[in-house]
């Protein structure tokens, strides 16, 4: 069973930057590909980027490319997304996700089913 623990929200006004971190355990972390989603009240949990075990693969949702950074330290257990210029609409509940699909060899994107664990999610608010 993998846990994923979630970190890094808070309050920040538009503009500003926050950096989440997901740390996982109970498995190899090089087999995992992961990814971020958020979610808002009322609405369905939405992707947001992913990225392949050894960290060669990325992907973006439209909406934060060029805004936001997805990485990983494998030596670390440790997922990261780095997340620039944010804006009011980027407010949200922000969930890591963990896919066991492939070993983590391929990044599997927006699929929610292939992901196969959650974290608790961690609150980004972002004020203007």
């Known amino acids: 069973q993998v846990q994923l623990v979630e970190s890094g929200g808070g309050l920040v006004q538009a503009g500003g930057s926050l950096r989440l971190s997901c740390v996982a355990s109970g498995r190899t972390f090089s087999s995992l590909a992961m990814g971020w989603f958020r979610q808002t009240p009322g609405k369905e949990r939405v992707y947001v980027s992913s990225?392949?075990?050894?960290?060669?693969?990325?992907s973006y949702e439209d909406s934060v490319k060029g805004r936001f950074t997805i990485s990983r330290d494998n030596a670390e257990n440790t997922v990261y997304m780095q997340m620039n210029s944010l804006k009011f609409e980027d407010t949200a509940i922000y969930y890591c996700?963990?896919?066991?699909?492939?070993?983590?060899?391929?990044?599997?994107?927006?699929?929610?089913?292939?992901?196969?664990?959650w974290g608790q999610g961690t609150q980004v608010t972002v004020y203007s």
């Open positions: 996700a963990a896919s066991r699909l492939f070993n983590g060899a391929f990044n599997p994107g927006n699929r929610q089913d292939a992901y196969d664990y």
């Open positions: 990225i392949n075990g050894r960290g060669g693969m990325t």
